[in-house]
């Protein structure tokens, strides 16, 4: 039985997708949903401004925290009894989602984030989690 669901969100379509599935398939569940803010790159967009920041952690959780609002909402509109965690990670997208997998039954991940440009220079992570994962993943597409 399915009881504790990890689901990484980027603020993508797919992410959200990803927990409304979950929320769906798994209306009892404990999810936590798993922002990652990723190591410094051209890419990083609007999290350029955490590097820099005093409170590196406070300035992760504050830019992750429209994507937790999304989630809440989500989870809140489905039907069931389910709970919602949220957590930060800071680091590669890949090693954060892994790292925290083993404390949960699966993982619900949306099939591709972020921009075109994104995908073919980080390489998709969904991809990474299914392949490196110690648990079941389910990709949502």
């Known amino acids: 039985m399915i009881s504790r669901v990890l689901v990484p969100m980027d603020g993508s379509e797919m992410s959200e997708r990803a927990l409304e599935y979950a929320a769906e398939a798994y209306p009892n569940a404990e999810f936590t949903v798993l922002h990652v803010v990723g190591e410094p790159s051209p890419l990083w967009g609007k999290a350029t401004g955490i590097a820099v920041a005093d409170d590196i952690d406070a300035a992760a959780r504050e830019h992750a925290e429209p994507i937790f609002e999304r989630a809440r909402a989500i989870v809140d509109d489905a039907d069931g009894d389910a709970t919602l965690d949220t957590e930060v990670a800071l680091g590669h997208p890949v090693r954060a ?32 989690v299914l392949r490196r994962s110690p648990v079941p993943v389910v990709v949502v597409r």
């Open 97 to 128: 989602i892994i790292n925290g997998a083993d404390d949960y039954d699966t993982v619900v991940i949306g099939s591709h984030g972020g921009t075109v440009a994104e995908r073919l220079f980080v390489g998709n992570v969904a991809e990474k």
